[in-house]
């Protein structure tokens, strides 16, 4: 399993923007670049939702509710992952938690508050 570590996560007024990362300082890199990696995210009172994916080779998915205004990415080499995050709507408020994925099994990193103030 991966260790992810995600940083930048914070309070932002609606329309702002924020850019989440998450870095797996410990893994291999051809192990890392084996992982499916996401971001998802939790409300409260809400379950976990997929916000965006990206694979080794940079094919991307989002959730209806973010495309257009949020952009998953990763630089392979330095084992991070991002999500710019732009036009931030007072429903993004959640839990932010990067995401590995492989063969069916999950690696999840402690989480990140975002916050969005109308």
């Known amino acids: 399993q991966l260790q992810l570590a995600e940083s930048g996560g914070g309070s932002v007024q609606a329309g702002g923007s924020l850019r989440l990362s998450c870095v797996a300082p410990r893994s291999i890199l051809s192990v890392f670049n084996q992982y499916v990696m996401g971001w998802y995210r939790q409300a409260p009172g809400k379950q976990r939702e997929m916000v965006a994916t990206?694979?080794?080779?940079?094919?991307?998915n989002y959730a209806t509710s973010v495309k257009g205004r949020f952009t998953i990415s990763r630089h392979n080499s330095r084992k991070t992952v991002w999500l710019q995050m732009t036009g931030l709507q007072s429903e993004d408020t959640a839990v932010y938690y990067c995401?590995?994925?492989?063969?069916?099994?999950?690696?999840w990193g402690q989480g990140t508050q975002v916050t969005v103030s109308s």
């Open positions: 995401n590995g994925r492989r063969d069916g099994s999950d690696s």
């Open positions: 990206i694979t080794r080779d940079g094919t991307t």
